[in-house]
């Protein structure tokens, strides 16, 4: 072959490579919704937060909430005072929900329209008769949360996020919906982010599919969550970082395990004074969407909740103490305007620390759950491929 054919040759293949386009990164628009204390479910644990920041509270803690209805475990789902959600669409034609995106879970689901009770009434319904792409599964499923629990039956169909198509989507259609959360709960359901081991079912998780899919170039999901009440600059990027929503460095913590998104803590300090909660090993945290708050162990977070002393009326937020997390050798430090939240109450906005003692059986250890408190102070990526969580300072001025 001559000098010009090879030359050509290698042109050709410059061409081809050159019009090869990487998937870009899908940025799916995430709104905040106001807390609202007209919320049962709102309103039990503001009461909770409020009695564990007095002396003495942590014993009244399990009273309170048994007054409000509720139950006085709070587990890794509970919606009702989750504030940011987005949209997804299932079936031919589209039938689109209102949901949260959630790292604590692993499946999909959406009511169903076979579900004639109030609760499901006052939601979005889907429709499988009225899409073309839809499969009959048919077997039943049940998830249970400490703020109640939803029932239904598995079906398959496209599912539709940030305007690419996830085909044979195995999710539940809901038929049944107890408790108070999913009653007054804003969202039509929800979309499990977390690993395929806590799949009700055995279900492959949405994003698994997306990979296999080939959908997006990078195996990792990153959220931005803006604190500003209202605001629509929050987002998920699926496949991709957007360097925007974060500044300074982005640190990477390994993963315990490919359960929930869980990650090592190894301490809790208030006002540069650490507290020694956890262990030698650390304590384990999970990274969760789907909860606003950061929670602890009772006897570990009641102290640093007591050592709050956020108004209601919001007038001493910036007198508090900063809170400090200790994470893989790096400190990560919430500013009391990071962590306080602002709740409506009657046309008023009241504010309130944003911790949160948790009730879970021994088993569970020293157990924390980095909510979105935490998350919309540090932008945060979920690395499937390098098995990490990242994080970095969020940008809060966009």
Not at 90 to 118: A, L
Request: charged share 15%.
């Amino acid at each position: 072959m001559n000098k010009i054919a090879i030359l050509l040759a290698l042109l050709s293949v410059c061409a081809f490579v050159g019009s090869v386009v990487l998937a870009k990164p899908i940025e799916i628009s995430l709104n905040k919704k106001e807390l609202d204390t007209s919320d049962a479910r709102v309103a039990a644990w503001v009461n909770t937060v409020r009695i564990a920041q007095k002396t003495g509270g942590l014993q009244q803690m399990n009273r309170a909430y048994l007054r409000a209805g509720a139950s006085p475990v709070v587990p890794l789902n509970d919606y009702a005072d989750t504030q940011y959600y987005g949209f997804v669409s299932i079936g031919t034609p589209k039938q689109t929900f209102k949901v949260i995106f959630d790292t604590g879970s692993s499946n999909v689901w959406v009511p169903s329209e076979k579900c004639w009770s109030i609760t499901c009434l006052l939601h979005n319904r889907y429709d499988h008769t009225k899409s073309s792409t839809y499969v009959a599964n048919g077997r039943t499923f049940n998830i249970t949360y400490g703020s109640g629990a939803v029932t239904g039956f598995l079906s398959q169909d496209t599912n539709s996020v940030g305007g690419i198509d996830v085909k044979g989507q195995v999710f539940g259609e809901v038929t049944s919906e107890s408790g108070l959360s999913f009653l007054f709960g804003k969202t039509d359901g929800i979309v499990g982010m977390a690993f395929p081991s806590i799949a009700v079912d055995g279900v492959t998780p949405l994003f698994n599919n997306i990979m296999a899919q080939k959908l997006v170039d990078q195996n990792l999901f990153s959220f931005y969550l803006s604190k500003t009440p209202g605001s629509t600059a929050s987002a998920m990027i699926l496949g991709g970082i957007n360097q925007k929503y974060y500044t300074g460095p982005m640190n990477y913590v390994p993963l315990a395990n490919r359960t929930y998104w869980a990650i090592k803590i190894a301490d809790v300090g208030v006002g540069g004074q650490y507290k020694g909660v956890c262990p030698a090993g650390g304590c384990l945290a999970a990274v969760d969407t789907g909860t606003s708050l950061i929670a602890g162990p009772a006897l570990k977070i009641g102290p640093i909740m007591e050592s709050l002393n956020v108004a209601k009326d919001c007038s001493n937020i910036d007198s508090n103490p900063d809170v400090t997390f200790k994470i893989n050798g790096i400190e990560y430090t919430l500013k009391p305007r990071d962590y306080v939240l602002k709740i409506s109450q009657l046309g008023a906005t009241e504010c309130i620390a944003g911790f949160m003692p948790l009730a879970l059986p021994p088993q569970f250890g020293d157990f924390w759950i980095l909510g979105d408190v935490f998350i919309s102070t540090y932008y945060t990526v979920f690395d499937y491929d390098g098995n990490r969580v990242g994080f970095a300072r969020a940008n809060q001025n966009l």
